[in-house]
């Protein structure tokens, strides 16, 4: 059974950064790439940004390109994303997600807040 758990939401100022951490567990874990969603309230989940877990190929959102930047440790099967100048648009629920080679969400983490006061 495979889990993604995350870890490193909290409360932040505006400008502030803050660091989310996902690992993905489970003998059967053999995804293409993994990633980040979020959610605010009253809003639909979006894509944040993602990368290929052997090639390390990133993408990401337009509203966060530029402020935000994942990386991954293959080995551990391990994805972050380290958020830089945050903005009180940026508070949400964010989701950890992996996927195989098609955009099809094939695992997701339980979520992390992030809170960003003006």
């Known amino acids: 059974q495979v889990q993604l758990v995350e870890s490193g939401g909290g409360l932040v100022q505006a400008g502030g950064s803050l660091r989310l951490s996902c690992t993905a567990s489970?003998?059967?874990?053999?995804?293409?790439?993994m990633g980040w969603f979020r959610q605010a309230p009253g809003k639909e989940r979006e894509f944040v940004a993602d990368?290929?877990?052997?090639?390390?190929?990133?993408d990401y959102s337009d509203s966060v390109k530029g402020r935000f930047t994942v990386s991954r440790d293959k080995v551990k099967n391990a994805v972050f994303l380290q958020m830089s100048s945050l903005k009180p648009e940026d508070t949400a629920v964010y989701y950890c997600?992996?996927?195989?080679?098609?955009?099809?969400?094939?695992?997701w983490g339980q979520g992390t807040q992030v809170t960003v006061s003006s």
């Open positions: 990368i290929t877990l052997n090639q390390g190929f990133t």
């Open positions: 489970g003998s059967s874990f053999n995804s293409y790439a």
């Open positions: 997600a992996a996927r195989g080679m098609t955009p099809r969400i094939e695992y």
